[in-house]
């Protein structure tokens, strides 16, 4: 069994740094920035990611369109200050406060006015508040034991309507086998540098173990380096 409370604790520490662009930055630093260089630093990021990843803002806008969406892990937004402006609704979550700063600054910046944000300090048993048709998490839950993953899932189905659209970035098994099959332990440090606490592979019979008999796996899309670094799970509550 793993302490939920020791696994927060080290994602806490790890993910005030974070990708941007074609490296990573400290979000505390970042939020020390002046305006100007501020924004045009995040102006910068937003075109590598749309060059890297504009076939998956096309797909998802579309599938999110008209949603209530909730998002763990929510990173530097991205994402989601895409995907709220075909959604009806989009809820920003993350463990780190400092995260969910970076990003109320940016929504302010461009004036989005249809997100929300909460911290969330206990993922097994945080209210959302609110019931979602949609649900968005991209290389989060891969980065904690799987039996915590589980709990954090059955939380999260509270909070879900039938027929909610999820989305759901995971490593493939390949990229695991590429670097060896190591304990889950070391793979994290292998996929997303020093001090990464852990990282875990899925496939299909995993993702669907991991969400249950209530869901259906619609698609799975395997891309990146080789087709075997990145996989996207879009899946459905019955």
């Not at 070391?186 to 899925?202: H, S």
Request: glycine share 8%; charged share 30%; with cysteine.
């Amino acid at each position: 069994m793993f302490a939920v409370a020791d696994t927060l604790k080290k994602n806490r520490k790890r993910w005030k740094t974070l990708p941007a662009g074609e490296r990573r930055e400290n979000v505390e630093y970042l939020m020390t920035l002046e305006d100007k260089e501020f924004y045009k630093l995040y102006l910068h990021y937003t075109k590598f990611w749309e060059k890297e990843r504009g076939w998956e803002y096309e797909k998802y806008s579309e599938t999110f369109s008209g949603r209530s969406v909730l998002e763990i892990g929510s990173g530097l937004g991205y994402d989601g200050i895409i995907y709220s402006n075909s959604a009806e609704k989009w809820v920003f979550c993350d463990i780190i406060p400092e995260n969910l700063q970076f990003i109320q600054r940016i929504a302010d910046y461009l004036n989005v006015t249809n997100v929300h944000f909460q911290l969330v300090e206990d993922v097994i048993n945080h209210d959302f508040r609110y019931m979602f048709d949609g649900f968005y998490a991209h290389g989060v839950l891969h980065h904690v034991p799987f039996e915590v993953a589980q709990k954090e899932v059955a939380n999260i189905d509270r909070f879900l309507k039938p027929g909610a659209k999820l989305i759901i970035l995971m490593y493939p098994y390949e990229r695991w086998d590429l670097c060896g099959k190591p304990p889950f332990d070391e793979f994290g440090c292998m996929t997303d540098g020093e001090g990464t606490p852990w990282a875990e592979y899925y496939d299909e019979l995993k993702i669907q173990e991991l969400f249950g008999n209530g869901y259906c796996l619609e698609d799975s899309i395997k891309w990146g380096d080789q087709n075997a670094e990145f996989v996207n799970f879009e899946l459905i509550k019955r």
